[in-house]
Every structure is written in C-alpha cells, then in structure tokens.
C-alpha cells in the first residue's frame, strides 16, 4: 500500500480532519469533511442515523475507514436494550474491517492506507483475568460497539495494540468476519477440539455456520441439528451432514450450541460420547435451567466447557483467514448501506440470510 497521506501532527483534541486519499483500498475515498454518519443506540428500541464529528485518535489509537461493519446477535441485543455493557448513545457495531486514515502520535506497526482489522474488546491489561490471557472476561473490558464507538459508522478509532494489519488485497467483508470466526476459533480451543472425531454443531446461523467450516478444516465429521430447511442446505454446501433432529442415540465427541436454544441444549447434552466435551457457545435465556447428571459426568469423564467472545485468539482468527476464505465469503449474504440498518436488522430474522454487513461507504 502507498501512504499518500500525510501522518497528522500535534495532540489536538478537535475531530481529524481526514485528506482524501489518492488511492485507497477498493478505491476508498475518505471524506474531507469533519463529520461523518453513524448508527446510534440510544435507548431499549430508540436507535437511528446520525451525524457526527469524525473521531480524532488518542495517542496509541489509529482511526480506520470503514469498509465493512458485520450486524451480529450482540448488537440486536444492544438495541432491544438486552445487554446490560451498553452504554446509551454509543454507535453500535464491533465486527469490521477499514482502511487507516489517521494514527495517534504513539501508534506504531501502522501507516496511513494499512487494511486493518480489529478485536473489539478494548481490555486493560491490568486485572486479574487480562494477567491470566482471557482478556474476554476482563473486569474493565471498555468494547467497541458496545460501551465504545463502533464499526457502524464511516469512521472508528481502534487502539493499535488490537489492530491487525491484512493484506493489501484482502476483501474488507472478510476482515470484517475475523471477529465472529475469533469466537467460534475460542469455542474449539476451549472445548480441546481435534480432528478425526465427530462433532454436532446445533444451529446454522453465522456462528453455527462458521463453527462448521473450522471443524470441516479441522477435519472432523460433522452433523449440524437445524430446524431451518434453507440453513440447512448451507450447512450441507459446506460439508457437514444435516437433519432437522438427531435419531435417538445418535452420539458425537463435541456437541456445540451455537443455537442458544433451550430445547437445543437439552438434547444435545445427552448426545456426548465417553470423555466427550460440550460447548456451551449461543447465548440461552438467563432463566432457562436444567436438570443434569453429575453420576453421567463421571461415568463419562464428560466436559461442560462454556465459550463467551474471543479471549486471546483474535490474531490465530487473523491467520487462519485466507485458507478457509473460499466458505467464510460464502456466508456474507447481504451487504446494505448504513442508511439501511433496519433492513439489516430485518433480515438478520430471515433463514435465507446469514452475515448481514454493512457498507459505510455505500
Ligand atoms: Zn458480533
Ligand atoms: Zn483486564
């Protein structure tokens, strides 16, 4: 990449005043102009269009053009007001991929015109649990997208430490899936998976989906559990078996929730072979319980493993990237402008969809 822009100078607090760029990534053309437009949440059901000041880096931050910005369970829950991180009037979005503009005077490994991806979860590197490399359950985690501005928007500022420089040729809309693929890749390496065994994956949404082409890649057998006809097919096109429910006494070596659904969970518990582990990856009510056996964990030598975000793995999801990019790409169906997130929203409900990303600059 050419760095035709020249690095900003000072620790001004005003907006950055971003320089068209002579020739960006797929032609990008960041705006001049000191504002931008951004998706808002203000409030359970109150989000909308906005427009604001272009965000101008901190010291150890670069600011990135978005190209692509993926809509993901997380943010319906932001918006339905469902998630108790959010920060009213945050810009929502934390899966994506963009071009740097602008970089703050201490951000280093990163020129202007650098593709870039990001993990979103802003961790401090001072608890407990960042000492111990899960990052995910930091006790001040400050996320993108969350409590934090995010990707819905033409621009965002990313501390450079999380950043990840991609090939100049690499499809923004895949750098935008490296944060969903980091928390399936987090699922497996918690869960010990390993090739050559059997693996039951229920639901084929964007992470189910995803879970299938790393395991197919991983070279296991897999069978996806999915009342859906049309996610099904997917989940076939990609290698894996499909039914719409297991026979009585089918059993796997891994069974992984990506569905959050508690009738999912409950048949897929009774599914684990010896020593077999369950991954607990979709998000179920916070009410739904069940009954269990511990006599059975025993006998078995089972594993409940629990899964939540991308702890440490983010740059592992950076690399596997271009090997499997050929499915990944497969799964973005949709790619809508910013002035369309509620269509966006809309189609994340539709079987035919799966990742549904947003285009700023459209
Ligand atoms: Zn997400
Ligand atoms: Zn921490």
Redesign the pocket.
């Known amino acids: 990449m050419t760095n035709p822009v020249p690095m900003p100078t000072g620790s001004a607090p005003a907006p950055a005043a971003v320089e068209p760029l002579a020739g960006g990534s797929a032609g990008h053309q960041p705006k001049a102009t000191g504002s931008m437009r951004a998706w808002q949440w203000r409030g359970p059901g109150d989000h909308g269009l906005i427009t604001t000041a272009i965000p101008a880096p901190a010291e150890d931050e670069v600011l990135v053009a978005v190209e692509a910005s993926g809509l993901c369970g997380t943010d319906l829950r932001i918006l339905a007001g469902d998630y108790s991180h959010a920060r009213p009037a945050v810009v929502i979005g934390h899966e994506f991929a963009g071009t740097v503009v602008a970089l703050g005077e201490r951000a280093r490994g990163f020129v202007v015109g650098d593709l870039v991806a990001a993990d979103p979860n802003v ?9 111990r490399q899960a ?1 995910n ?5 400050n996320p993108i997208g969350v409590s934090r501005a995010g990707s819905m928007a033409e621009y965002v500022t990313v501390p450079a430490r999380l950043a990840v420089k991609l090939p100049g040729a690499f499809d923004p809309a895949l750098g935008a899936l490296i944060e969903p693929l980091a928390c399936v890749l987090h699922g497996m390496e918690r869960g010990g998976v390993v090739g050559g065994r059997t693996i039951a994956v229920y639901g084929a949404g964007a992470i189910g989906l995803m879970a299938v082409v790393v395991a197919v890649d991983l070279g296991l057998e897999v069978t996806v559990v999915e009342p859906l006809a049309p996610r099904r097919n997917r989940a076939q096109a990609l290698g894996a078996a499909a039914v719409e429910r297991l026979a009585g006494g089918a059993q796997f070596d891994y069974v992984l929730d990506a569905s959050g659904a508690a009738a999912a969970v409950a048949d897929g518990l009774g599914r684990l072979r010896k020593r077999g582990t369950f991954i607990q990856m979709g998000v179920t009510p916070q009410s739904f319980e069940l009954p269990w056996t511990p006599y059975q964990v025993y006998q078995n030598e089972w594993r409940l493993i629990g899964s939540n975000s991308v702890a440490d793995c983010y740059q592992r999801a950076a690399a596997l990237m271009p090997s499997i990019s050929e499915p990944m790409r497969r799964l973005v169906t949709h790619t809508l402008s910013l002035a369309e997130l509620d269509r966006a929203i809309e189609l994340i409900a539709d079987p035919a969809a799966v990742k549904v990303q947003v285009d700023p600059r459209r």
């Open positions: 961790y401090c590197l001072d608890c407990e649990w960042c000492r990052y359950l930091c006790a001040s985690v």
